[in-house]
C-alpha cells in the first residue's frame, strides 16, 4: 500500500545520524526506491537528499504525526472496507429481489396457463344473415325463405337471375 511506502521513508529518515543522506534511484524497472546508501550499478541516480539530525523534541513530534497518520489510515482503510461491505450487501439485496420478481411473474404465467386449459374461452359468432334474425332457422319469422333476401351481404353472391 502506498501509505506504508512513506512511513517506511520516514522511520529511515528518523533512524539516519546526523547530516546523513537518503539516496534516490530508479532501478530498471522504472520504481523509485529510497535507500541509505548510493544507487546499484543497475540504476539510476535521481537525486541526493541531505538529512540534518533532528532534536529529540521534532523526533517526537515526527513520531506522533506518523502515529496519527496510521491510525487515520486504518480508520479510513476501515470505513472503506464497511462501505464495500454495504455495497456488496445491497447487491446481493437486489438479486435476491429480481430473483423473486421473476418467481413471481413466472407463478402468474403458470396460473394463468392453468386457468385457461381448466376454463377453455367460449367463442361466440353472430348468427346466420349478420344477427338481423335471430331465430331457430335464421330466418326471418312467419315469412317464406328467399336466398335473394340478402344479396347485399358482402359474403352472399347470388345474383338474382329469373
Given at each position: 500500500m502506498k501509505h506504508w511506502k512513506y512511513s517506511s521513508i520516514l522511520?529511515?529518515?528518523?533512524?539516519?545520524?546526523?547530516?546523513?543522506?537518503?539516496f534516490k534511484c530508479k532501478n530498471g524497472a522504472?520504481?523509485?526506491?529510497?535507500?541509505?546508501?548510493?544507487?546499484?550499478?543497475?540504476?539510476a541516480m535521481q537525486g541526493v537528499i541531505k538529512v540534518q539530525e533532528m532534536t529529540q523534541e521534532q523526533t517526537e513530534e515526527?513520531?506522533?504525526?506518523?502515529?496519527?497518520?496510521?491510525r487515520?489510515?486504518?480508520?479510513?482503510?476501515?470505513?472503506k472496507l464497511?462501505?464495500?461491505?454495504?455495497?456488496?450487501a445491497e447487491l446481493e439485496k437486489q438479486e435476491s429481489i429480481e430473483l423473486q420478481?421473476?418467481?413471481v411473474v413466472a407463478q402468474e404465467k403458470q396460473a394463468i396457463a392453468e386457468q385457461q386449459r381448466q376454463n377453455p374461452p367460449i367463442i361466440v359468432a353472430p348468427p346466420y344473415?349478420?344477427?338481423?334474425?335471430?331465430?331457430?332457422?335464421?330466418?326471418?319469422?312467419?315469412s317464406s325463405y328467399d336466398p335473394y333476401m340478402m344479396q347485399h351481404h358482402p359474403h352472399h353472391h347470388h345474383e338474382r337471375g329469373e
Open positions: 522511520l529511515m529518515i528518523l533512524s539516519l545520524s546526523a547530516n546523513a543522506e537518503v522504472g520504481k523509485i526506491i529510497y535507500q541509505p546508501v548510493a544507487c546499484s550499478p543497475g540504476a515526527a513520531k506522533a504525526k506518523l502515529e496519527a497518520w496510521k487515520q489510515q486504518a480508520v479510513d482503510d476501515a470505513a464497511e462501505a464495500e461491505k454495504q455495497r456488496q420478481r421473476r418467481g344473415g349478420g344477427g338481423r334474425y335471430w331465430n331457430n332457422g335464421g330466418f326471418p319469422p312467419d
